[in-house]
């Protein structure tokens, strides 16, 4: 049997430890309140920070100028390997290792018509089709891997899914800083 003491360094210990409750981001500083009356403690409100993540500990905000710099930037390593990914798919499919078919033109098409259908809004920057282009990317991602494992010391297989890596990154990364921009343009 257990005594009083040792019961209660077991009850304080599992309050501490629960994975339920809301462990502080560091020692020594507590978690915002929950006020039952005030809306501005609501988790999402925006008003007073996550309860997760206080305000305090986000840092300085992020310079306008700053954020043009880095959505320019994402844009240009986007298009770049837009380009790179559709050329790549192109001098394999027509020059490179051309398939064993009569008709290389449908195939050509079939590979290349879902990247192409982005071509326009790539170029113009628009962050939507950037993030709808980031689910039609990770078809790439998947044909590069079978690629690879179908021929391990093939170059195509690497390539495709390389650079559909990192247009993913790079696009997705143009998306969040372009909306960022985008958010703090019209606060300001």
Known sequence: MRTALQRKRIDAHHQRRHPLRRQPLCRGRQQPAFEPGGAASLPGTGTTGSPYRPSAARGPPVSIDLLARKAHRAHVTSRLLYLALLVSISLW?????????DHLLSV??????????????????APKAHAWLCFVVLFYFTAGVLHTFANPYGAFGWLESILSTLLFCSSMMYVRWKYQLINRRQGA
């Open 93 to 101: 499919t027509f020059i490179i290792d051309p398939p064993k078919v």
């Open 108 to 125: 050509w098409l079939v590979q290349a018509v879902p990247l192409l259908l982005f071509l326009p809004a790539v170029l113009s920057g």
